[in-house]
T-cell receptor, first 113, second 115 residues
Framework: GESVGLHLPTLSVQEGDNSIINCAYSNSASDYFIWYKQESGKGPQFIIDIRSNMDKRQGQRVTVLLNKTVKHLSLQIAATQPGDSAVYFCAENIGGGGNKLTFGTGTQLKVEL | GAVVSQHPSWVICKSGTSVKIECRSLDFQATTMFWYRQFPKQSLMLMATSNEGSKATYEQGVEKDKFLINHASLTLSTLTVTSAHPEDSSFYIC???????????FGNGTRLTVT
């Protein structure tokens, strides 16, 4: 039968604009955070990561901001392109040396021409 | 580098049969791999941690006798869905890490449809 799933939040942006995708994480003990991009029918693709001793990290066209006070993470994509259309997930890792990740619910980014 | 390959990419099977999904790390050795499950429009849910040479660690609510995991080598983990039922239809994704504390790299997933 049909599964009852969540409706992914959707962010629609115009090509060339900047995108900001937000994520609230749950565990104050999390010390490592990753943003993944998932295109339809594919596995998640690593975008950028940040550790809890930082509050900002920049990559190519992407910036991740971490606010530990309110347990909030954001991904900023500059000059959004059609190829950026995908679902974006934040993931958190609780310290201890392991790599078990807990994923957020995801945000669908749609880039309009 | 850090390529994770899954096979098959999709599979259709009849209810009651078993299906094996392979996850390989192509250019690195992975002592630990992770298996996730994803329903449409939903997030990834961790099923189990696959440890080379030892038993897998399953998350709460995941039946270890139904989802058999074998990690016999440093580059291969397999997930076998036994006695599959339509509710097992899902997208199964594996991941591996080059070294602890570094990002997980994911395979491209296996779409399982049980009829």
């Amino acid at each position: 039968g049909e599964s009852v799933g969540l409706h992914l939040p959707t962010l629609s942006v115009q090509e060339g604009d900047n995108s900001i995708i937000n994520c609230a994480y749950s565990n104050s003990a999390s010390d490592y955070f990753i943003w993944y991009k998932q295109e339809s029918g594919k596995g998640p693709q690593f975008i950028i990561d940040i550790r809890s001793n930082m509050d900002k990290r920049q990559g190519q066209r992407v910036t991740v901001l971490l606010n530990k006070t309110v347990k909030h993470l954001s991904l900023q994509i500059a000059a959004t392109q059609p190829g950026d259309s995908a679902v974006y997930f934040c993931a958190e890792n609780i310290g201890g040396g392991g790599n078990k990740l807990t994923f957020g619910t995801g945000t669908q980014l749609k880039v309009e021409l | 580098g850090a390529v994770v390959s899954q096979h098959p990419s999709w599979v259709i099977c009849k209810s009651g049969t078993s299906v094996k999904i392979e996850c390989r790390s192509l250019d690195f050795q992975a002592t630990t791999m992770f298996w996730y499950r994803q329903f449409p429009k939903q997030s990834l849910m961790l099923m189990a941690t696959s440890n080379e040479g030892s038993k897998a660690t399953y998350e709460q609510g995941v039946e270890k006798d139904k989802f058999l995991i074998n990690h016999a080598s440093l580059t291969l983990s397999t997930l076998t869905v036994t006695s599959a039922h339509p509710e097992d239809s899902s997208f199964y994704i594996c991941s591996a890490v080059v070294q602890m504390g570094s990002p997980l790299h994911f395979g491209n997933g296996t779409r399982l449809t049980v009829t």
